[in-house]
């Protein structure tokens, strides 16, 4: 079955960098986009963009533009999202999805927790 | 471009939950739909306005009509308790509704 599978939680202190990675299965990884989307505690779902599987094409919301850096590795199946110069508001889960059709996401990763606290 | 939700629904089991999701956007694009439960990952329920994924019961359903698209739960049980979240997608990006929580009362 399609799968993604996201990297453990992590802790970082205001001003640093976080990479996290989601592993991707059961279909052929290049067919697809891969969507990043995110979620504060206690707040709505928040997307930040899109890397192409295919070529390595982005589109970043304008929101994180300068300091989000989207990747894939397609010997392994993976898909990374680094975010830098982190801020105490960037504290939430983050989520991996495939796109499909270029429309829906489907499926997700289990999301990944990431901690910015000094 | 911007999806309103209502905060919050509540129904009792066995009756008809009904989220709505509205948007100026909505007659010129599909909107998608996504039950988040407490520490879990959204899931797909609705795509194209109206269409079930494969293993999503059939009391899931989906409407369109101008500005607004509607998720419709009939019969509504105890597990159907979640946040509930509309989607649509263009080349510029991809937009959430603010979330609509559906309590089961």
């Known amino acids: 079955q399609v799968q993604l599978v996201q990297s453990g939680g992590d802790v970082k202190k205001p001003g640093a960098s976080v990479k996290v990675s989601c592993r991707a299965s059961g279909y052929t990884f290049i067919s697809n986009a891969i969507n990043w989307v995110r979620q504060a505690p206690g707040q709505g779902l928040e997307w930040m963009g899109w890397?192409?599987?295919?070529?390595?094409?982005?589109n970043y919301a304008q929101k994180f533009q300068g300091r989000l850096i989207m990747t894939t590795d397609t010997s392994t199946n993976t898909a990374y999202m680094e975010l830098r110069s982190l801020r105490s508001d960037d504290t939430a889960v983050y989520y991996c999805?495939?796109?499909?059709?270029?429309?829906?996401?489907?499926?997700w990763g289990q999301g990944t927790l990431v901690t910015v606290s000094s | 471009y911007e999806l309103t939700q209502p905060p919050s629904v509540s129904v009792s089991p066995g009756q008809t939950a009904r989220v709505s999701c509205s948007g100026d956007?909505?007659?010129?694009?599909?909107v998608y739909w996504y039950q988040q439960k407490p520490g879990q990952a959204p899931v797909l329920v609705i795509y194209k306005d109206s269409e079930r994924p494969s293993g999503i019961p059939e009391r899931f359903s989906g409407s369109s009509s101008g500005t607004t698209v509607t998720l419709t739960i009939s019969g509504v049980q105890a597990e159907d308790e979640a946040d509930y979240y509309c989607?649509?997608?263009?080349?510029?990006?991809?937009?959430f509704g603010g979330g609509t929580k559906l309590t089961v009362l």
């Open positions: 956007a909505l007659p010129n694009q599909y």
């Open positions: 989607q649509l997608g263009d080349n510029s990006g991809t937009y």
């Open positions: 999805a495939r796109e499909v059709a270029r429309d829906w996401l489907d499926p």
């Open positions: 890397i192409s599987a295919y070529n390595g094409h982005t």
